[in-house]
């Protein structure tokens, strides 16, 4: 089993930053990637991006890309998103999910482990 836990969330104002972080506990080893997804109110769970846990490879979906960053120190178990130039519709629920395979890499049904989620909101 691998536990997730999501911080860092908040509350700020359109053009600010905030850093998200994901600590990993548990088989880490098993872990092949680290994806962030989010979720507006009465919307889908959308794919953010991901790390993959052993190169430090990045995927973004165009959407963040330039504004958001994903990171893990090396050798580390936590998992950062850094979000710059923050707008209002980045508002949603922010889950940090990871999967022990390569497949899906953007899809939910490519992740086993889910943090519980940290609410950031944006305003105008």
């Known amino acids: 089993q691998v536990q997730l836990v999501n911080s860092g969330g908040g509350l700020v104002q359109a053009g600010d930053s905030l850093r998200l972080s994901c600590v990993a506990s548990?088989?880490?080893?098993?872990?092949?990637?680290v994806a962030w997804f989010h979720q507006a109110p009465g919307k889908e769970r959308e794919f953010v991006g991901a790390?993959?846990?052993?190169?430090?490879?990045?995927f973004y979906v165009d959407l963040v890309r330039g504004r958001f960053t994903i990171s893990r120190e090396h050798g580390m178990s936590t998992v950062y998103l850094q979000m710059d130039s923050l707008k209002p519709e980045d508002t949603a629920m922010y889950y940090c999910?990871?999967?022990?395979?390569?497949?899906?890499?953007?899809?939910?049904?490519?992740?086993?482990?889910w943090g519980q989620g940290t609410q950031v909101s944006v305003s105008a």
């Open positions: 548990g088989r880490t080893f098993a872990i092949h990637r």
């Open positions: 999910a990871a999967a022990t395979n390569s497949d899906h890499l953007s899809s939910r049904n490519g992740y086993r482990y």
């Open positions: 790390i993959s846990w052993n190169d430090y490879s990045t």
